[in-house]
């Protein structure tokens, strides 16, 4: 089975610009979590989707949004960019019916803000 | 408040000898902890997990210990090998409503030397 696979892999853009990243999950996976790695915070959870619909949301601004496509593809946006978004974006991707699920992950995007 | 702790940032271990990494945990909530495994710039890599209704898995070289009463996780590495070196994140999730949500230590770095 392929594993999760996150586009792209890399991306650098200025302050105030939005960007879009993209995650597709293990084939069958139909959860799909967003999460935030910086040196200063550590992991932090951002949002989960199951079944197009946002299930659960971590306490970021209302910049950083998702969405699910019905192919359980998620992508997630940030707007107006800030130099403190600049951070690893990791999406993980699990059955999504229970709590204890295990979360794969994917690679991870490198956005750097400048 | 950081509901889960990896208070040693660091460990350094001989080649062959028992790396022991630690996690500690405040929300009696959690019943479902997960070690994963994390090179640089990679995305984690899901070890092994415990439910809250055991007190012990194990999974090849690796075990972990539960100690519910103390709110304590422990991962076992035996023997350790130079390939083990990464950082080591404990995770948790809780029920209720907060599937595909991890709650992640700041990760213990882990140096195996040959």
């Known amino acids: 089975k392929a594993g999760v696979t996150q586009t792209p892999r890399y991306l650098i853009k200025t302050r105030g610009q939005q960007v879009t990243l993209s995650c597709s999950p293990i084939?069958?996976?139909?959860?799909v979590s967003w999460y935030q790695q910086t040196p200063g915070q550590g992991l932090q959870f951002l949002f989960e989707?199951?079944?197009?619909?946002?299930?659960n949301k971590g306490n970021f601004p209302g910049r950083f949004s998702g969405r699910q496509f019905s192919n359980s593809r998620s992508e997630m946006n940030v707007s107006t960019l800030e130099l403190g978004d600049s951070a690893l974006y990791l999406c993980a991707s699990s059955g999504g019916d229970t709590s204890t699920d295990t979360q794969y992950f994917g690679p991870g995007t490198r956005l750097t803000v400048l | 408040d950081q509901q889960v702790k990896q208070n040693s940032p660091s460990l350094s271990v001989q080649e062959g000898r028992i790396s022991i990494l630690n996690c500690d945990y405040t929300?009696?909530?959690?019943?479902?902890f997960l070690w994963y495994k994390k090179y640089p710039a990679e995305g984690p890599t899901f070890l092994i997990s415990?439910?809250?209704?055991?007190d012990k898995n194990e999974d090849g070289r690796f075990t972990v210990f539960l100690n519910k009463s103390a709110k304590h996780l422990s991962l076992h590495i035996v023997p350790s090998q130079p390939g083990d070196s990464a950082v080591y994140f404990c995770a948790a999730s809780e029920p209720f409503g907060n599937t595909g949500k991890l709650i992640f230590g700041q990760g213990t770095t882990l140096q195996v030397k040959p």
């Open positions: 084939s069958g996976h139909r959860s």
């Open positions: 989707y199951f079944s197009e619909t946002q299930r």
């Open positions: 415990i439910s809250s209704i055991k």
């Open positions: 929300n009696s909530m959690f019943d479902y």
